[in-house]
């Protein structure tokens, strides 16, 4: 597939659950944050990997929210899909959920990360554009536009 061809927002996304163990919690009881910042790094390079059916590179965690902790014995539940892409960049949100049983689902962190696919020689190459199927991902669309606008500009302020 070359750049000029479309993929769908679900032909990429991933959902994937953690459950919390000893190891993954601080000396307070909470999972440690570069745990979950591990987690969603691979995820939404999996995602981004989807999309473009190259490997990928992290090139900018954009945001990264916490919300809320996650205990021992909750489970951990990631989401990742493609918001945005660029000429060789793919913009990936993942939303991050805890469960216990019996208890709702609720959200722990949100991020945005730039993932970069690149070629045999380590080099960024173009990638997929994305085809906009509802009005929430036209919304994620629209969001990441004006955040890579941002990027770009705190780029040129050396920011």
């Not at 032909?11 to 919690?25: A, T």
């Not at 990638?127 to 991902?137: A, F, M």
Request: charged share 25%; glycine share 6%; with cysteine.
């Amino acid at each position: 597939m070359d750049a000029t061809q479309k993929r769908r927002v679900a032909d990429s996304e991933i959902e994937n659950v953690f459950p919390l163990i000893y190891k993954h919690m601080n000396s307070h009881g909470r999972l440690f944050g570069g745990v979950l910042m591990q987690w969603i790094d691979q995820l939404a390079g999996m995602v981004a990997y989807r999309h473009a059916h190259q490997r990928v590179i992290t090139a900018v965690v954009d945001s990264l929210a916490f919300k809320g902790p996650a205990f021992i014995d909750e489970v951990v539940v990631m989401h990742g899909c493609v918001t945005y892409v660029g000429r060789t960049s793919i913009e990936v949100k993942v939303d991050t959920f805890v469960e216990t049983i019996g208890v709702e689902r609720r959200q722990i962190n949100e991020a945005y990360l730039v993932m970069v696919a690149i070629d045999e020689k380590g080099e960024p190459c173009p990638v997929p554009g994305l085809e906009l199927e509802t009005e929430e991902q036209k919304h994620e669309w629209a969001m990441g536009e004006k955040r890579n606008a941002l990027r770009k500009q705190r780029r040129l302020e050396q920011y």
